[in-house]
């Protein structure tokens, strides 16, 4: 009964970590917070998110509370609707967007490709300023009475009705809006212009097509709603009546500038996740990824048509009959390319030598948890059913479903399977594997009552509801707590790690990439001599002759 | 020195005076004759032929005056990417006014 | 034992802080490009995808004038006529002749003419700013008439235009119902903010080409870096393009009689 496992990690009696490397290489502060360096502007960004993820997890756990009940006996309604306005907003905005781009995506991207560094790193550090200041203006949103209009703002109660900080909630989101704009735009920039020799489009890591495609969403989609904040704000603020009915204007003009983002949006939040399920799967099962064209062309097929399908959030608003028909097609035209991509990692599952590394266990429930997500999405998508489920519980699990069953998985995925690669250390496996486990059963009891409690006619946003969906709730909220000690254990052991971790030394998990070539954690300019690229994506047999001479050359040793 | 095609140190090609001064007489006069357009009763051509106009105008300015005549395919598909998800905006969003006259079926 | 395969030149991270004068590298060069070539390839292709943001933000507004001047078409035309067509036609003048002055700016860079490039971008600058006198006297105008949306904003001079002579002899506008001549606010609204948004992009740009005047008579940009000037000119002639629309779309509504 040996655990099966692919890790290969070095003779710990005389490993080290490397001397010279990108955290050693300069001291203090400032050279940390006026760094251009991608991969230190990289783990600022993962300090800071996992902060605001937790205060977004912490009014998760308020909502689950109150709903233990059906009475609003833990606050009053208006706080309720600040409490999960604001669980939307920073969720959102300050973690699921930037997750794992701005923290995964800087630091490898550049090593994915061969480079140095980021085609611009000043603008780079600046998109990190911009999260921050977003990010401090949210908090302080908080503290001064909240928001209550529900993340999607929607017109004319956040411009007519409201006396909370909508302003300032604008403000946030337009800012961090910025901060999105720019990453995606150095990963375009880098892509294009800065791969080595030899690397071609056809041999970059889907990793790299997943950022590329969430790229061009990030460019092309975020600065719509930017338009739409800056025009809540004048109509709020000087009653330029552009959404206010009785000067003839329309509320709904509002949603279709706030979707034609938002829908994009979660595109943004998922393709990086499948990226790193593509590196993941593959590392895993010793396979390349089935059908490599086809990931990559789905990739930028759902960046595209994304941008088709916004008003399938708007069937019951008030758009006329026939944009609900055409929008509704389109939203099933958007699902074909992320099936293919599932069909296309089970295949590469298929007579792979599969093991069961923590990271391959969050991509497994990933696997199922964003395939659920997903279809249930076209039950949405279908305008005849969306009528009955929309603004119900059925919502809200469908998108946490392929938000945190799906894209928060892919990230502890992808945080795990680079962590050795990031710190030099491996995070201890069995404690993390058993914290998988935990989330993957918190998570399925918090969030498929509520796909229940939709269809029975629950509706979202309410602090009370009828009695008989209590049984439901509290299930969902035992959930919830579960689920809260499976995202605790890998602070944790993550920070343990950090100290106490086994030297992980270059390619622990015998992974293909380039950015497994050299040491860990990496030095400042990435690599000591600039590679060439000259075989395919996930080439297994190249990295098996490798082996050979990388344990010659693997930096190890002192010094 | 002053040779339209002369190469650039960093290789580009280098667009010279007398291509400005040709696009420059062109935007004046397209700019003459759209205001002269709406001073005239033509229905429901004037706005097309306004926006005729100013396309015309824009195009000239986007390929000559931003070089995007001379530029690689990869700034002229990026150049394409905007116009096509600008007009995508406009188009989808007009789609759902547009037909709310039409009733429910 | 076979070498690494992947050989190329070395990287030495000692050479990062060697001195720059051997010759080897522009001192322009950032580190983490390849080239020179690079460098100015990569910053062009991120100027214009900057230029693809503004394009959508600006499509916002777009859509809305679109949308509204479908439903309001009377009270939009009624609105364009408290335009004054040679103030918006001397300003599409002014910035096309910017444009120009600042393509020949970016030819001066690139042929290494550095009198000439400060003279094209203080034509430039001073353009800009006469766009930006233009648009004061017209916006003071709109306030004098009390046609600003959210500042008693009045319907006076739509539902009784003999009261506003001026505009009067010139297009005999018919009286406006009241609640068509409500929606004149739309056409301000939308006038205020795009032309607005305009104007914020206009000073921005003044502001840089103030920067670069000083810049361009240090020489910084004609002995072969010549990026920043370009890619500025991208900017420029952007924001020109918007006004040659903005200018179409808010001024030449309907002008004949």
Known sequence: ?559 | MSEPNEQAHNGHQVVGPAVYVAILFSLLVGTGLTVWASFLELGPWNPIIALAIATTKAMLVVLFFMHVKYSTKLTKLTVFAGIFMFLVLISMTLSDYISRAWGSW | MPDSPVMAHKTDASSESADHSHGQHPPYLRHHFESVEQQADATNFAMWLFLLTEIMFFGGLFTAYLIYRNWYYPAFVAGSHQLNVIWGTTNTVVLILSSFTMAMGVWCAETQRRKGLVLCLILTFILGLGFLGIKTIEYSEKIEKHHVPGFHYSLQSFVDPASDPEIFKEYHDKPLRADMARHTEVYFSLYFLMTGMHALHMIIGICILGFMIFRARAGAYTSGHVTFVENFGLYWHFVDIIWIYLFALLYLISRHQ
Request: charged share 10%; glycine share 8%; net charge neutral.
């Open chain 1, 1 to 559: 009964m040996s655990t099966n496992t692919i890790v290969s990690l070095p003779d710990q009696s005389t490993a080290r970590i490397p001397k010279d490397n990108f955290i050693t290489r300069e001291n203090g502060l400032l050279s940390w917070l006026l760094t251009g360096d991608h991969k230190r502007i990289a783990i600022l960004y993962l300090i800071s998110l996992s902060f605001f993820f937790f205060i977004g997890g912490a009014l998760a756990g308020l909502i689950r509370l109150e709903l233990l009940t059906p009475q609003t006996d833990l606050m009053a309604t208006d706080t309720y609707n600040k409490v999960f306005t604001m669980h939307g907003v920073i969720m959102i905005f300050f973690f699921l967007v930037p997750s794992v781009p701005a923290t995964l995506g800087n630091f490898l991207i550049p090593m994915m490709i061969g480079a140095k560094d980021l085609a611009l790193p000043k603008i780079n550090l600046l998109s990190w300023y911009l999260y921050i200041a977003g990010g401090i203006l949210a908090i302080y949103t908080m503290a001064t009475g909240g928001v209550d209009t529900g993340w999607t703002f929607t017109t004319p109660l956040s411009t007519h009705y409201v006396n909370t900080n909508v302003l300032t909630t604008g403000l946030a989101a337009f800012i961090a809006g910025f901060s999105s704009i720019f990453t995606g735009l150095n990963f375009i920039v880098t892509i294009h212009k800065m791969r080595a020799p030899g690397m071609t489009w056809f041999r970059l890591p889907l990793f790299v097509w997943s950022h590329y495609a969430a790229s061009i969403l990030m460019v092309l989609a975020t600065p719509v709603v930017a338009i739409a904040i800056v025009l809540v704000a004048l109509e709020r603020t000087l009653g330029i009546g552009i959404f206010d009915p009785t000067k003839g204007g329309d509320p709904l003009l509002f949603q279709h500038l706030f979707w034609f983002y938002s829908h994009p949006a979660v595109y943004i939040m998922i393709l990086p996740g499948m990226g790193v399920i593509s590196e993941v799967i593959s590392n895993f099962s010793r396979k390349r990824v089935f059908g490599y064209t086809a990931v990559a062309f789905s990739s930028v097929a759902i960046a595209v048509f994304g941008f088709f399908v916004w008003a399938h959030h708007m069937f019951i608003m008030g758009i006329s009959n026939y944009a609900v028909l055409v929008f509704s097609l389109l939203t099933m035209l958007v699902a074909v390319p992320s099936a293919i991509k599932i069909f296309n990692w089970t295949f590469t599952l298929y007579k792979g030598s599969i093991t069961f590394e923590t990271p391959m266990l969050y991509a497994f429930g990933f696997l199922g948890l964003f395939t659920i997500g997903g279809m249930t999405g076209v039950f949405l998508g279908t305008s005849g059913t969306d009528i009955h489920l929309t603004e119900t519980y059925f919502i809200v699990a469908h998108f946490h479903f392929v938000m945190v069953g799906g894209m928060l998985m892919a990230f502890l995925s992808g945080l795990h399977f680079w962590w050795p690669k990031i710190t030099g250390r491996m995070y201890p496996e069995k404690i993390s594997q058993m914290a998988a486990v935990v989330t993957f059963i918190g998570f399925n009891l918090t969030f498929f009552p509520q796909f229940i409690l939709g269809t029975l006619g629950m509706p979202r946003r309410y602090a009370s509801y009828p009695p008989e969906f209590q049984v439901l709730n509290v299930f969902s909220t035992a959930g919830a707590t579960i689920l809260g000690v499976g995202y605790l254990l890998p602070v944790l052991y993550l920070l343990w790690s950090l100290k106490y971790g086994a030297i992980a030394g270059n390619n622990p998990w015998q992974a293909t990439g380039l950015e497994w070539q050299t040491q860990s954690p990496p030095l400042t300019e990435n690599f000591a001599v600039m590679p060439i690229m000259d075989h395919e994506a996930y080439d297994y047999e190249w990295l098996e002759h490798q082996t050979e001479a990388s344990k010659a050359t693997e930096v190890t040793s002192a010094g």
